[in-house]
């Protein structure tokens, strides 16, 4: 309903969504794929390792890189430019960001707050 919305507010973007954690808790990316059935880019949070598999499962499917680790980067755009499927990603380089609540016991020892 989400990725309808935004569609409705806005036509001329592609809807994307960060997907995380998959593997880490059990779960199987073909999990996801109800999912990413709505999107027009399916986001990769941390998981450049898995966009081939993937591609090869579903290759329809747009990826792009919605999170990564600023070491992983040079990785991350190789695989951006070697594969046409991958059209992205963003890397976090923040060292202060505060937008997740898991991240408040560390903000507090590195005395951001």
């Given at each position: 309903m989400l990725a309808e919305k935004v569609?409705?507010?806005d036509a001329t973007r592609p809807v994307t969504s960060a997907i995380n954690g998959v593997g880490r808790w059990g779960g199987k990316w073909e999990d996801?794929?109800?999912v990413f059935a709505v999107l027009d880019?399916?986001?990769y949070n941390y998981q450049w390792g898995a966009y081939a598999?993937?591609?090869k499962r579903r290759p329809e499917r747009v990826m792009f890189g919605t999170?990564?680790?600023p070491?992983?980067?040079?990785?991350?755009?190789m695989s951006v430019l070697e594969n046409s499927y991958v059209v992205g990603d963003?890397?976090?380089t923040s060292m202060d960001y505060l937008g997740e609540s898991g991240n408040w016991p560390a903000a507090l020892r590195w005395g951001s707050c």
């Open positions: 569609r409705a507010l996801t794929d109800v880019i399916g986001g598999n993937d591609h999170e990564s680790f070491l992983e980067a040079f990785d991350n755009w963003y890397v976090w």
